[in-house]
């Protein structure tokens, strides 16, 4: 999977520049950057007439045709590009007026490279989104009901309920669940059967965005803020207004941004990184946690106030091993979707392969049947499932909860008592070895087979002194979020 970017300015090094940064992000992720460039607006409109791109990064003070003009002049052409304009002179009414017609972002001279790229990163971020979010309408409008992508268990046809009910009202929702039960769907569902249906839906995964970095990204900041901050940005509450804003893995939330984010609340206002002023935004905000948020309260890494914000109405959904007679209709409905992906006939499921999906208890929900589903479409052969077919890439000892409900079912407790605390921490820590060792050290492995995510996995690193077991085994490439 590649994007394809042009790159427009009048100055050679300015061109080689973002050749050496692409090239650069290109060995750095799954992504890769195609660069193509043009030395002026004028040559780079005839290429855009001829090709498509994914984003434009143009110069705005160039000869012939500046870079407002190109923009102006690129929209009616390629409505959905990414157009990041760059410059030397940096002015609030440029860039107002850049925004104003359709540029996605203001960067200025000279460069910050981990700001160029963190703005590169985020664009496509959110082309993906609204690209999923318009993919989930169509997949709803086809279906005529959300309840068929949700599973059709009585627990799933309660959540529909509720939803209905829920549905003329923007009270705040707290979405509860195991990761990879759909949470995220669930929101989505909730936003598309609101009266907010035709705005827009922001999803931000707060588990994965730098404590550093998390205040500027949720309210924005100001130019000269902070080091980095070469411009004026936009947070995701800005960004959301008027609209529904979903807040992912919200018991990540760092204690320092807590109260900001009840203040939002509160008083629907914000105020940017650096700024002097409040902002009054309209948002709509759906969390979701796999967290007991009300162990973090007594834990003290949890506002109780907040929690009391975010906890209007509560939808919790329960993982899929609790809900067996939704695992077969999920399983026909991710058949159909990837064999119309994958271009290959629907086939069909044996009495074995049936048996087993239904007793595999798919410890990562219905994100983890999905990609037993998609494997299965690509590898198998002929027209028929069979048990062989997905047996491999189950994990065995979860084919049955058994041993999961037995695992403590012995603890007696002595007639002295016991520091529990301390026992847990022992297990708590086992547990923390056992996983990096099945993962030969490696952090993210381990902490999605504990169900953690990275940061609360480094947390239980740092707090058991763990740090000195991962000594030459740890990865640069799972630090990056």
Do not use: W
Not at 146 to 158: D, I, Q, R, T, W
Not at 195 to 206: I, M, P, Q
């Amino acid at each position: 999977m590649y994007k394809k970017i042009l790159v427009v300015d009048d100055e050679q090094s300015i061109r080689e520049f973002f050749q050496i940064l692409f090239r650069k992000m290109s060995s750095e992720s799954e992504i890769s950057f195609k660069m193509v460039s043009a030395e002026d607006g004028q040559k780079a409109l005839k290429l855009i007439e001829k090709q498509s791109f994914d984003m434009i990064i143009s110069d705005l003070k160039m000869p012939r045709l500046s870079g407002m003009e190109l923009l102006e002049k690129v929209k009616p052409i390629q409505p959905d590009i990414i157009f990041i304009l760059i410059t030397a002179f940096d002015t609030a009414a440029t860039a107002v007026k850049a925004m104003k017609m359709g540029a996605y972002d203001y960067i200025s001279k000279p460069f910050n490279v981990d700001e160029i790229k963190l703005t590169i990163s985020s664009a496509f971020d959110v082309k993906k989104m609204q690209l999923e979010n318009q993919q989930l309408r169509r997949e709803l409008n086809q279906t005529r009901s959300p309840s068929f992508l949700m599973g059709s268990s009585a627990a799933m046809k309660k959540i529909f309920k509720d939803i209905q009910q829920i549905s003329g009202s923007t009270s705040n929702i707290l979405i509860t669940g195991e990761s990879g039960t759909g949470k995220e769907v669930i929101a989505r569902a909730v936003h598309d059967s609101s009266a907010l249906k035709d705005k827009s839906f922001t999803a931000v995964n707060c588990g994965a965005i730098p404590d550093t970095l998390l205040e500027s990204e949720m309210f924005g900041h100001k130019k000269g803020s902070f080091t980095g901050a070469v411009s004026d940005k936009k947070g995701f509450f800005e960004l959301a207004d008027g609209g529904t804003l979903f807040l992912d893995e919200i018991g990540e939330l760092p204690m320092a941004v807590q109260p900001k984010l009840l203040r939002a609340l509160q008083e629907k206002v914000i105020r940017m990184v650096g700024g002097t002023i409040d902002k009054k935004v309209d948002v709509r905000l759906i969390t979701a946690t796999n967290r007991e948020l009300e162990q973090m309260i007594k834990a003290h890494r949890f506002r109780e106030d907040l929690f009391y914000r975010l906890n209007v109405v509560r939808i919790h959904i329960p993982p899929l091993r609790e809900r067996r007679e939704d695992i077969l209709p999920f399983v026909e409905y991710f058949l159909k979707k990837y064999s119309r992906t994958l271009n290959c006939p629907v086939k069909t499921l044996s009495d074995e392969a049936k048996e087993l999906f239904q007793q595999y208890n798919y410890p990562g929900n219905v994100r983890e049947l999905e990609n037993l589903i998609e494997r299965v479409v690509i590898l198998s052969e002929g027209e028929d499932i069979q048990g062989q077919d997905i047996a491999p890439f189950m994990k065995q000892e979860t084919l049955t909860n058994q041993d999961e409900q037995n695992t403590f079912s012995d603890v007696v407790l002595p007639e002295r008592g016991v520091d529990m605390e301390a026992v847990i921490g022992n297990i708590e820590k086992e547990l923390l070895v056992q996983a990096l060792q099945k993962t030969n050290g490696m952090k993210k492995p381990a902490a999605d087979l504990l169900g953690l995510s990275l940061r609360s996995f480094r947390y239980r690193l740092q707090k058991y002194q763990l740090g000195d077991f991962l000594s030459g085994t740890d990865s640069e490439e799972e630090e990056i979020i």
